[in-house]
């Protein structure tokens, strides 16, 4: 019943951008907060940013590697979330996912993942 969908993820050169996309479906999309994480090969899953009622939470500890690059936005509704990310480097290629929390202090396991859509970045 709970589903999402992470899409527009492929591959891209060093310095470019992609705007990835979380469709959301079978719960009240505004009582839930949204992230986006990422898990690159043989590393583990990281948080990246969190929306909930169209106010954005970086999650810890948010690596100088990604300030200024990303931003989340979200359509309520539509029940889409957005992360564009612009000045890509070789080390953000991972696989994307995006998940409904609680809220955007945590994430865990419990939550309801999507599946991940696969950014590669070239130098």
């Known amino acids: 019943e709970v589903q999402l969908q992470a899409s527009g993820g492929g591959l891209a050169q060093a310095g470019g951008s992609l705007r990835l996309r979380c469709s959301a479906s079978?719960?009240?999309?505004?009582?839930?907060?949204i992230g986006w994480f990422r898990q690159a090969p043989g590393k583990e899953r990281e948080g990246i940013l969190c929306?909930?009622?169209?106010?954005?939470?970086?999650?810890?500890p948010y690596p100088d590697s990604m300030k200024g690059r990303f931003t989340i936005s979200s359509d309520n509704a539509k029940a889409m979330v957005y992360l564009q990310m612009n000045g890509l480097k070789p080390e953000d290629t991972a696989v994307y996912y995006c998940?409904?929390?609680?809220?955007?202090?945590?994430?865990?396991?419990?939550?309801?993942w999507g599946q991940g859509t696969e950014v590669t970045v070239s130098s």
């Open positions: 929306i909930k009622n169209g106010e954005s939470f970086p999650y810890y």
């Open positions: 998940a409904a929390t609680p809220d955007c202090s945590s994430w865990s396991s419990d939550d309801y």
């Open positions: 079978g719960f009240i999309f505004d009582e839930y907060a």
